[in-house]
């Protein structure tokens, strides 16, 4: 099963031409990694909907201020970035369609795409459209999330994306608009 542009800017009609640019990269990784019902796709795309503001950002935003809780710290730490100051919160600030971020997330994000640890060197690569969509659903799939979509446990779901409830009535929208789209009956 796959996703088409008219579809995605049904789900997410802020996408813009920027569902055309992302069509394809998202068929490929759903199917890449077993995203590929109804119930799956529906949350994988809200949840995608939600994180990239509707596949408008692919790297996150936040000055240099707002991006150092990542560069030292206790978060800095528990994301496998350096203790000192020196700009690892802002190399690896979330990227990708769901957000990775982190030294350590990178470097196994990285592994299980790559096999290597290029992202660690090149971590813009995320921002690419092919590895925006790779990256989420290699997030996706190592975190468990096609089950939890089976089972429609989307607030579980949003917890391990994002650690709580954040933008879950946005979620909630996205997911709603996404059932509609996907899971109804053929007529």
């Known amino acids: 099963m796959s996703v ?4 995605l800017l049904k789900i997410m009609p802020n996408a813009r031409s920027q569902a055309g640019v992302f069509v394809s990269a998202l068929n490929t990784a759903m199917a890449n990694r077993y995203i590929n019902t109804p119930k799956r796709m529906a949350a994988f795309l809200a949840q995608i909907g939600h994180e990239s503001g509707q596949l408008r950002y692919v790297r996150e935003l936040g000055n240099d201020q707002y991006l150092s809780k990542y560069d030292t710290g206790s978060l800095a730490a528990r994301l496998g970035n350096t203790p000192e100051a020196d700009g690892d919160g802002q190399k690896y600030r979330g990227r990708g369609l769901i957000q990775v971020t982190g030294r350590n997330n990178y470097r196994q994000c990285s592994l299980g795409l790559f096999g290597d640890e290029r992202l660690l060197a090149l971590p813009e690569l995320l921002e690419q ?5 790779e990256s ?3 997030f996706w799939q190592q975190n468990g999330l ?4 089976d089972r429609d446990q989307f607030n579980s779901i949003t917890r391990r994306i994002n650690g ?3 933008g879950l009535e946005d979620r909630l929208q996205l997911w709603a608009r996404a059932r509609e789209v996907l899971c109804q009956p053929s007529a």
């Open 4 to 7: 088409t542009e008219g579809q």
């Open 129 to 133: 459209p092919q590895w925006a969509a």
């Open 146 to 149: 096609n089950e939890l979509a």
């Open 136 to 138: 989420a659903a290699w």
């Open 164 to 166: 709580g409830l954040n």
